[in-house]
């Protein structure tokens, strides 16, 4: 059988790449042929995921990126259509738990969740968008959760609010910029195994997601990596503005 | 973009076995289901195509024999149990095991619930629905037998964008709830069920009577400005019929260009 490539020449931002679901996402992308570009905060644990991807074969590079700023997406961008001479895929996955804060009801909690998972989706949906608009393609995946359907008890009520605006202001983008062959759409990944950012307290309430999750089991991050791949692709030409939910039925109840 | 193989070269449906509905087409423009076939056979999967005419299913079957893959047929109405009940029967005496269902058989229906005849409106909800109830009743303890496997469902946008196609909107609507109950009676038995609801998309069954300026105006409905092809809607099939949808469960996939996020502009 011949050997096609999902992404085969593509060109593909992942913020979050260090670890856990970017790290997996941006593996996955280089597998399938992308090149990618991956961005975080954490240079040490992100050049390794780009070593594993040059050791199979893939190309990736390490960019610093602090999602919270402007500048910083406006030389991300630049830098790889600078190098590449295109970008097709940004995956917007950078983010922080809703129990990465102390105090689940403080105003400076709320600021820090919202600037890095929604403010940080805008910066660089806004900056890619109009690369891929002058190009007359693109694909944008924003990592959301089902937590922006439904409340939850634990954490900071920012989180399900963050995560809620990413749902929406991907429906708003995939108007306005569908008509230049930019698609936007968002990934809603259920209860995953912790993040790097996450101080949640028991194992208690982990094993109380799986018993309410009717797939009996949390997610793995190869799972939702794959809901990524199908965005990403041309696979999902005709697809924009959507919904893909990964949670093992959680939100189906 | 390629054929879609995975990295490896291996086909992503390899070892598999695919009940399809509604898999034939009534001209030589793609249905939906015969898409979804196509591609499942191209990926590695063996299918049991089912229609309700088979000069519809030969023009199917002879394209998958055309590209190497493997395929069966069952002639047979998806409204009627034991026509549900043999094509399952079929597909597990003839591949020895059954992954997936597809259900892809609809009928339109226009009009208000004042203009619609009450024999029409069971009609549509017995071709839509009750089909839906029927296969998957006989095909999911066969999936569950074979280690778990999927369900995937057509709905329409016209589920949440209705448009004056009330028993169809209705009908699709059902098609939804039915999803995400047998997601999540079935979740124990490894058994996933979803749906896709397809916008725009020109295929065998949309392109009848379609004049170029209904065809354009529909065209015009989504934010991208195109209509979308049957192989968008396969291709969505086939992310859910494979092992990379593995925890993706009672979900609606919307694909149409983005007409549900502008309804009033439609």
Redesign the interface.
Same mark, same amino acid.
């Given at each position: 059988m011949a050997l096609n490539r999902r992404l085969e020449g593509k060109v593909a931002i992942v913020t979050g790449a260090s670890n856990g679901m970017g790290a997996a996402e941006a593996k996955l992308l280089a597998s399938e042929g992308a090149r990618v570009v991956a961005c975080d905060i954490q240079s040490v644990p992100g050049e390794e995921v780009v070593s594993e991807i040059l050791a199979e074969g893939g190309e990736a590079e390490y960019v610093h990126c602090d999602v919270t700023s402007e500048k910083e997406w406006e030389s991300v961008v630049e830098g790889t259509v600078s190098r590449y001479g295109a970008l097709h895929v940004l995956v917007n996955n950078a983010g922080i738990s809703s129990t990465s804060v102390e105090d689940n009801l403080s105003t400076e909690s709320w600021e820090d969740i919202m600037n890095i998972n929604a403010t940080g989706v805008f910066l660089g949906t806004k900056t890619t968008a109009e690369v891929m608009k002058e190009q007359g393609s693109g694909s944008i995946v924003n990592i959301s959760s089902i937590m922006g359907f439904v409340g939850g008890e634990y954490g900071h009520p920012a989180y399900h609010a963050s995560k809620g605006a990413v749902r929406i202001f991907s429906k708003a983008m995939a108007v306005k910029y569908g008509p230049y062959g930019v698609r936007v759409n968002t990934v809603h990944p259920g209860f995953m195994p912790p993040m790097t950012s996450s101080n949640h307290p028991t194992s208690g309430s982990r094993a109380r997601y799986v018993e309410q999750t009717p797939l009996r089991r949390t997610g793995e991050v190869i799972e939702v990596a794959y809901g990524v791949l199908f965005l990403a692709s041309d696979e999902a030409s005709f697809v924009t503005g959507t919904e893909l939910v990964i949670d093992g039925g959680y939100i189906a109840q | #973009?390629?054929? @879609? #193989? !995975? /990295?490896n @070269?291996?086909?992503r449906l390899t070892g598999k076995v695919a009940l399809v509905t509604g898999a034939g087409s009534r001209s030589e423009i793609i249905g939906n289901g015969q898409a979804a076939a196509l591609l499942f056979a191209q990926q590695g999967c063996k299918v049991v195509l089912v229609d309700f005419e088979e000069e519809n299913l030969s023009r199917t079957l002879r394209k998958i024999s055309d590209q190497g893959g493997e395929a069966s047929f069952y002639v047979g109405d998806v409204s009627n149990a034991l026509d549900c009940q043999k094509m399952v029967e079929l597909a597990v005496n003839t591949y020895g095991h059954l992954n997936i269902l597809h259900n892809n058989v609809g009928v339109g229906g226009s009009g208000t619930v004042l203009e619609v005849e009450p024999e029409q409106w069971d009609h549509i909800m017995a071709v839509n629905v009750k089909s839906m109830m029927l296969t998957s009743k006989y095909a999911i303890p066969e999936i569950a037998l074979s280690g778990g496997g999927t369900v995937i469902n057509i709905s329409s946008i016209s589920a949440i964008r209705p448009r004056g196609l009330t028993p169809y909107t209705v009908s699709k609507g059902a098609v939804i709830a039915l999803t995400?109950a047998m $997601? =999540?009676d079935h979740? $124990?038995e490894?058994v996933?069920v979803n749906c896709i609801l397809p916008?725009p998309i020109f295929s065998s069954m949309t392109s009848v009577n379609m004049s170029d300026e209904v065809r354009e105006l529909r065209r015009r409905s !989504?934010? #991208?400005?195109?209509e979308? !092809?049957p192989m *968008?809607i396969a291709?969505?099939a &086939?992310?859910l019929a494979s092992d990379? /949808?593995?925890? =993706?469960?009672?979900?609606s &996939?919307? =694909? *149409?260009?983005?007409v !549900? &996020? #502008?309804s009033p502009q439609r």
């Open positions: - | #973009m390629g054929d @879609g #193989m !995975s /990295s @070269g291996i086909g995400k $997601a =999540v979740a $124990a490894k996933r916008g !989504s934010p #991208m400005g195109i979308g !092809s *968008d291709n969505a &086939l992310y990379e /949808s593995r925890w =993706v469960t009672g979900i &996939l919307v =694909v *149409d260009g983005g !549900s &996020l #502008m």
